[in-house]
């Protein structure tokens, strides 16, 4: 595949862009990117949403979201991707959500009803058009975000990829293809992987446009509490007039009135 030709649009222009490498005679996929756009975007996301999250925690998820959008550059663009990371110490989950065809990315924290379990998991749901969803689980040590992503390649992608982390927000991938130089590859450091342009083979494949979007709307939410609401209104509002429901995706904040849900089942035919 040559390098995309084609003219970036004025959207894609105010997206993050990654382009994919191939490293002959090494045999890897390699992408690098300084996600700091990305990340602007979050901010100004959890600034609207008046979502608060502690210093610790934001760096968990920011460290996921580079991660998890690497991983979905690496993918085709046919498929839907989300991952959910449960780790014990501390205790959390980080949900990270993809359109490798649309180049949507999100993600959110959890630290409460978080079960206490034996070991730090790796959930990823797969769904691509026409086909049934696929699900992986992988167990890992430790409370590192690229360490989870590199266990779940090794055990469940049956290729190994290893994850750099450049500066405070650029990050890297590198994934083993067919007779990759297995030595090379392990070998590897941060340094190495920035200096890959000047001392390897290196050759552009594509690029691909990347932006924190959710797609939630009032419609989705309602939607998504309307059987709560058939079956225990009073439970859903606890007496109160107005509820505030949280995307599960992104955490943005929803005001939704006792009004406004009799209005939506109504509508529905409920």
């Known amino acids: 595949m040559g390098e995309n030709s084609m003219s970036d649009t004025p959207e894609e222009n105010q997206r993050l862009s990654i382009v994919s490498n191939f490293v002959r005679e090494r045999n890897v996929l390699f992408a690098m990117a300084d996600f700091g756009a990305l990340y602007v975007d979050y901010y100004l996301h959890l600034k609207d949403h008046r979502v608060e999250i502690s210093a610790e925690n934001d760096q968990f998820l920011k460290t996921a979201l580079a991660i998890f959008a690497l991983h979905c550059v690496s993918r085709p663009r046919n498929e839907v991707l989300a991952w959910t990371i449960n780790f014990q110490e501390p205790l959390l989950n980080l949900f990270l959500g993809g359109d490798t065809e649309t180049g949507d ?16 998991v790796l959930y990823q749901e797969l769904a691509r058009k026409n086909r049934p969803l696929h699900r992986s689980v992988v167990a890992f040590d430790g409370a590192n975000v690229i360490a989870a992503a590199e266990e779940y390649y090794a055990r469940s992608e049956q290729r190994p990829a290893r994850f750099f982390q450049l500066d405070s927000e650029a990050f890297a991938i590198v994934a083993a293809h067919p007779d990759y130089d297995e030595s090379w590859f392990r070998g590897l450091h941060s340094q190495d992987v920035q200096a890959l342009h000047e001392k390897e083979d290196v050759h552009a494949l594509e690029t691909r446009h990347l932006r924190w979007h959710c797609g ?48 939506y089942s109504r509508d529905q035919g409920v």
């Open 216 to 263: 939630c709307n009032q419609k989705r939410i309602l939607k998504a509490i309307l059987p709560v609401w058939i079956q225990d209104p009073e439970g859903l509002f606890l007496n109160e007039e107005m509820i505030e429901v949280n995307c599960p995706r992104c955490a943005a904040k929803y005001r939704i009135s006792r009004e406004l849900m009799e209005a």
């Open 105 to 120: 990315v999100v993600g959110r924290l959890y630290t409460e009803n978080i079960k206490k379990a034996d070991e730090n």
